[in-house]
């Protein structure tokens, strides 16, 4: 593979955890980022049930992208994310029942996640295997990013512990476990990532100058 080649996937890459993160730039899916990340050991696991679905998805519309009739892309679409959302489920149960039975129901959700059907629709329906799959593991990775952030912050700040381990032996801010903590939290670092971007963004464009 070819210098360019790389360079180009790298790029595909970092822009799903920075230029598009699905959470921090595009404010989608943001149900899961208030509702689970109160901890970070549900917010890291729901990161990584998204990232396995993304990738997946992305490879298998890949892969049929020459066979989809286009009339029914979209059912034929919300039908490999539907079984690839039910294989996550089968495996979280088998393996982390724990964490499963306290976001078992956003994992569900997955299936509704529009930043998980764009990405079929507008990258791996149109691309070959590699880049679909590098696509879908920048999305995935930005999203597990993001969540992780917002939970340890959450979990840090609402009960002075990390992975159920206690850190901070002070009183904790209660209000940042509750749902209008979570709110709070994603708009503080929504607007703390989008100030490191930008100020990143202009040195970056200044030095080229």
Known sequence: MSSHNNTNLKELFLNGIVKEN???KLALSLCPSIAVTNNLKNGVFMGFAVLFVQVMVNLTISLMRNFIQPKVRLPIFMLVISGWVTVTQLMMAAFVP???G???LYIALIVAFASILA???MFASKNSVVPSIVDGLG???GFLFALTVI???RELVGKGSLWGNVIVDTKPLLIM???AGGF???GILMALFNWINTRYAAKGAHASH
């Open 177 to 179: 476990i509750l749902p």
């Open 184 to 186: 709070f939290a994603v």
């Open 119 to 121: 990405r079929a629709e």
């Open 139 to 141: 999305m995935g990775v």
């Open 98 to 100: 724990d964490v499963y």
């Open 22 to 24: 699905t959470i921090f």
């Open 102 to 104: 306290k976001v078992g």
């Open 151 to 153: 939970s340890f912050f």
